[in-house]
């Protein structure tokens, strides 16, 4: 098990940037690969980005590819979206996730043993 606490949403104005960091509690974070889900007000959650434990292999959503990255720093317990040009359809509740330990990184949020509590991103039109 691992605990994830997610930061850095906010209010955006469309076109602009945030960067969500997710700290998580472990002392075999490298046992993990790394996801962002997001969840908007009435549609399924679902998933914007991956990362493998190394961070040598990444996944993005279509609707995600090109202006968001996902990234980690292993030493720091640490995974992160940098979210750039950002629009109105961005806004929802962001969480970050974990599969089990060794477990690659699936589509599906059913997938996912490990979830942090949310952090709120919200881009005015």
């Known amino acids: 098990q691992v605990q994830l606490l997610e930061s850095g949403g906010g209010l955006v104005q469309a076109g602009g940037s945030l960067r969500l960091s997710c700290a998580a509690s472990?002392?075999?974070?490298?046992?993990?690969?790394m996801a962002w889900f997001r969840q908007a007000p009435g549609k399924e959650r679902e998933i914007v980005a991956a990362?493998?434990?190394?961070?040598?292999?990444?996944y993005y959503a279509d609707s995600v590819r090109g202006r968001f990255t996902i990234s980690r720093d292993n030493a720091k317990n640490m995974v992160y979206l940098q979210m750039n040009s950002l629009e109105h359809d961005d806004t929802a509740v962001y969480y970050c996730?974990?599969?089990?330990?060794?477990?690659?990184?699936?589509?599906?949020?059913?997938?996912?043993?490990?979830w942090g509590q949310g952090t709120q991103v919200t881009v005015s039109s």
């Open positions: 990362i493998t434990w190394s961070g040598g292999s990444t």
């Open positions: 472990t002392r075999t974070f490298t046992s993990y690969a």
């Open positions: 996730a974990a599969p089990g330990a060794g477990v690659a990184a699936g589509g599906r949020s059913s997938e996912y043993e490990n």
